[in-house]
């Protein structure tokens, strides 16, 4: 079994910024795809950015120059770096990870850490 285990989300002004961390851990041969997804209310989960084992990443249009996703691999560690945050960022952030263990892959995902841009 795996945990990811989120945090860093909160309230913020817009224009502001917000760093969220997702550590995962448990049984674990080598951590592939890491990326964040978002669910605002009302609407469904979206992703926001991923990047890769190798450090490539790619983002949705909306965060484009404004968010930097990272990782620590020797910590199990993504990062998101949310800067110059608008109203419209307000959802809940979820981490996922696909993760190789026992020759199998697996896709695991956060418990969600809500993020909240008040205007």
């Known amino acids: 079994q795996v945990q990811l285990l989120e945090s860093g989300g909160g309230l913020v002004q817009a224009g502001g910024s917000l760093r969220l961390s997702c550590v995962a851990s448990g049984r674990i041969d080598s951590l592939n795809d890491m990326g964040w997804y978002r669910q605002a209310p009302g609407k469904g989960r979206e992703l926001v950015a991923a990047i890769s084992s190798g450090g490539t990443t790619s983002y949705a249009d909306a965060v484009k120059g404004r968010f930097t996703i990272s990782r620590d691999n020797d910590k199990n560690t993504v990062f998101l770096q949310m800067n110059s945050l608008k109203p419209e960022d307000t959802a809940v952030y979820y981490c996922?990870?696909?993760?190789?263990?026992?020759?199998?892959?697996?896709?695991?995902w956060g418990q969600g850490t809500q993020v909240t841009v008040s205007s």
């Open positions: 996922n990870a696909r993760i190789s263990w026992a020759n199998r892959r697996y896709q695991y």
